[in-house]
């Protein structure tokens, strides 16, 4: 789940890493008063939408009032803001952020990731502040200084001393540095973050060492842990389609395709996915209902997929383990009858009581196409959107 870089910056500075004074706001009104109540004489008004990139968008603006705030804010709220990585679609702007405008006299570039690899949290930092670490590896990739952190004993001030040296930070600041070093690791750490970045750090040229941008991502898996963290979630930012899903406890992923899948088992969508592909069709989603397929679920799960309305087809491929092949049939067949759907629907049923289903699909008089093998499945469901699609086609047509 990410947040808001604003909400990253709260997180960061209770660990005790330095950020400029800032607050927030939801309208231009807002935006306008915010500053005059920070007081000072230039802000940076920044969109809150998660993705980076948002400078060189448009997102990020330099205020030298508050009606030059209200009036830029203005052009803000409610628009979609394009960066190279929000998609062609864009992210909606909703809130803002006014920061205090401070005197940067060099940036640098500091991520916190998990490498798997390593099995590590590994720091990477570069003096090449203001470019993404992508464009920083392309061009400068001498500059990049990475540490692995021992998990059992944490981050070290001597890493921390040595990664300072490395980025060129004056003796002076050495000091402040490993504090904002083992801040971001400690946030990362306790909160179960996979991802830390400030993009830049600054230092000032008043001798402040400042995270004036910050991205914080973290492990789905522990939010239970951390319900402070999970209220931070703000569906405006996420893709409608994925957060309906993860409403109804399904694990769901927009693709392009037109392809529906319905599946149980994350290595299984995959595998159906491949097949789809092999047999010259494209998956509309990736959508895996888990290990208890039960009918509530095969029924959510449909009305998901057709919900989106690039599915022009559906296959439900399910492997009854623990599961059982006539609950998952009278599932299938309860959903479609409660909301009908326009589509071919093809399904591929194996494992525990795959008799018992098939016969309930065979008796219950819809027009659903079945299949034994995963490749027959995916050939027969690519063959019945091929002849729906002309058909519909040819129709319009007439
Ligand atoms: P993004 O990475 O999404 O483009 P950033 O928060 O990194 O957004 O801001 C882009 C650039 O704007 C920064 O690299 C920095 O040069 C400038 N900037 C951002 N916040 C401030 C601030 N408070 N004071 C001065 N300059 C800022
Ligand atoms: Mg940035």
Not at 109 to 133: C, K, N, P, T, W
Not at 275 to 300: Q, Y
Not at 362 to 378: D, F, H, K, V, Y
Request: proline share 4%; hydrophobic share 40%; glycine share 10%.
């Amino acid at each position: 789940m990410d947040i808001h870089e604003y909400q990253a910056k709260e997180i960061l500075s209770r660990f005790g890493v330095g950020v400029p004074q800032g607050a927030l706001a939801y309208s231009p009104e807002q935006a306008a008063y915010r500053a005059r109540e920070m007081g000072g004489d230039r802000w940076v008004v920044k969109a809150q939408v998660h993705a980076g990139g948002r400078g060189k968008a448009g997102g990020v603006k330099v205020c030298d009032s508050d009606v030059e705030i209200q009036e830029v804010t203005e052009g803000m709220f409610g628009q979609k803001l394009v960066t190279h990585q929000t998609g062609p679609e864009g992210k909606g702007i909703y809130r803002v952020y006014v920061e205090a405008a401070v005197p940067i006299a060099r940036e640098i570039y500091l991520g916190f990731v998990l490498d798997r690899a390593s099995q590590r949290v590994m720091i990477v930092a570069s003096g090449e502040g203001g470019m993404e670490i992508e464009e920083i590896s392309e061009k400068r990739p001498e500059s990049i200084v990475r540490a692995t952190v021992e998990p059992a004993v944490g981050l070290q001030e001597f890493q921390c001393r040595e990664l300072a040296f490395k980025l060129g930070i004056k003796p002076a600041m050495v000091q402040q540095m490993v504090r904002t070093l083992r801040g971001c690791y400690r946030a990362f750490r306790e909160l179960d973050a996979t991802m830390v970045e400030v993009n830049p750090l600054v230092i000032t040229s008043d001798d402040r060492i400042l995270a004036l941008d910050a991205k914080m991502t973290f492990d789905n898996n522990a939010l239970f842990r951390h319900p402070q963290i999970s209220e931070l979630r703000d569906k405006s930012q996420e893709d409608p389609r994925e957060s309906r899903a993860a409403d109804r406890g399904l694990s769901y992923v927009g693709l392009d395709g037109n392809i529906g899948c319905i599946v149980n088992g994350a290595g299984l969508a995959m595998a159906t996915m491949d097949t789809i592909k092999l047999a010259g069709g494209e998956p509309a989603n990736f959508l895996d209902i888990g290990g208890g397929a039960t009918p509530e679920r095969v029924s959510k799960a449909f009305r998901l997929v057709m919900s989106d309305k690039n599915v022009q087809a559906i296959l439900v491929n399910i492997f009854a383990g623990i599961n059982r092949c006539d609950w998952v049939a009278e599932g299938v067949v309860r959903a479609l009858r409660e909301n009908p759907v326009d589509v071919p629907v093809v399904v591929r049923l194996a494992g525990t009581n795959v008799e018992e289903g098939q016969k309930i699909l065979a008796q219950s008089g819809l027009p659903l196409i079945r299949a034994t093998t995963l490749m027959e499945a995916a050939e027969r469901v690519v063959a019945a959107w091929r002849s729906d699609t002309t058909r519909n086609t040819n129709l319009r047509a007439v």
